[in-house]
């Protein structure tokens, strides 16, 4: 039977079998939508690429002096002008913008480990192992926040991946209440029904099963977090407990801009716009990737 028998049909539009599509599918074709949410994750990565680069892009040294120079206004040879000890702003500003970044990143990578297993854990035992661990976040909860983390700071160092310790060890709360809201919900339906009645370990249901269907809240939080991880590290570089000198961050920069703003306008406009930008764009992300993984939105 040949293509031209004209026993032979075509199926119609009506009976054709749409392809299907995955979550990740239809949130990336949602996202690409978003040109704000888009625009944020280009000037993030372009900005992260270049904080990254610093060494090749610029050709001062970060901790180089020129105490003669002192606070110079920008100019061809110091695009972003000099700090106080004539040290060159715009290399200080992309070395700054490396540790701010590793902080957010790393920090709410700890948060994200912590919070994750602690609440896949909670939320899929449940009874009073439930009910215990989350009256330990509560209790975690009152504690005033930013005590806690100087009290860790000054009990551990500060050495700069202790810091990331002390603060990621704070951020994990809200993380673990919503992944345990999450596999809370998630532990009745069939699926996880199916991989007990093929004895499998708790374990392994939580690791296979539990935590890959909660990655989209999950991812959600994790953009906002990193914005907040950072604004926390610039308050202690406020107090003097962030980075330590010669090092610095778009915190320590802005604290030191601050005290000087009056006469040398540009140690904080440079910092503080750089820093502001960040979190802005990664506060639109994260408003995009809420939009773009709601699985209630309607597929195109």
């Not at 049909?9 to 990336?28: C, K, M, R, V, Y």
């Not at 992309?94 to 920090?107: D, E, H, I, N, T």
């Not at 810091?163 to 992944?179: D, K, N, Q, S």
């Amino acid at each position: 039977m040949t293509a031209s028998d004209p026993n032979v049909t075509s199926p119609s539009p009506a009976t054709a079998i749409e392809a299907g599509h995955s979550l990740w599918q239809d949130a990336w074709a949602r996202l690409r939508k978003n040109k704000l949410a888009l625009a944020s994750a280009f000037i993030v990565t372009a900005l992260g690429l270049l904080c990254v680069a610093a060494p090749w892009v610029s050709p001062h040294a970060y901790d180089a002096q020129d105490l003669a120079l002192g606070a110079a206004p920008p100019s061809t040879k110091h695009w972003l002008g000099t700090d106080h000890l004539g040290r060159d702003q715009f290399t200080r500003l992309l070395y700054g913008g490396r540790v701010s970044l590793m902080v957010g990143a790393c920090a709410t990578a700890v948060a994200l480990t912590i919070g994750l297993l602690y609440g896949a854990i909670s939320g899929f035992i449940g009874g009073k192992l439930d009910a215990l661990m989350m009256r330990l976040v509560d209790i975690l909860y009152a504690l005033p926040f930013t005590l806690f983390v100087i009290l860790l700071t000054v009990w551990l160092g500060r050495e700069l991946w202790l810091l990331f310790a002390a603060i990621g060890a704070v951020e994990w709360l809200t993380m673990a209440r919503i992944v345990r809201g999450q596999v809370a919900s998630l532990k009745r339906m069939e699926f996880v029904e199916a991989a007990h009645a093929l004895g499998l370990r708790k374990r392994r249901i939580i690791l296979r099963h539990m935590i890959p269907n909660v990655l989209g809240p999950v991812i959600v939080y994790t953009t906002l977090t990193v914005p907040a991880v950072m604004l926390l590290e610039a308050f202690l570089s406020f107090l003097g407990l962030g980075v330590q000198p010669p090092m610095s961050s778009w915190g320590s920069m802005i604290k030191d801009g601050a005290d000087r703003m009056e006469e040398y306008w540009w140690m904080l406009v440079f910092p503080a716009g750089a820093f502001s930008a960040t979190l802005f764009c990664l506060n639109f992300l994260g408003d995009g990737l809420r939009d773009a993984l709601d699985v209630r939105a309607s597929k195109d």
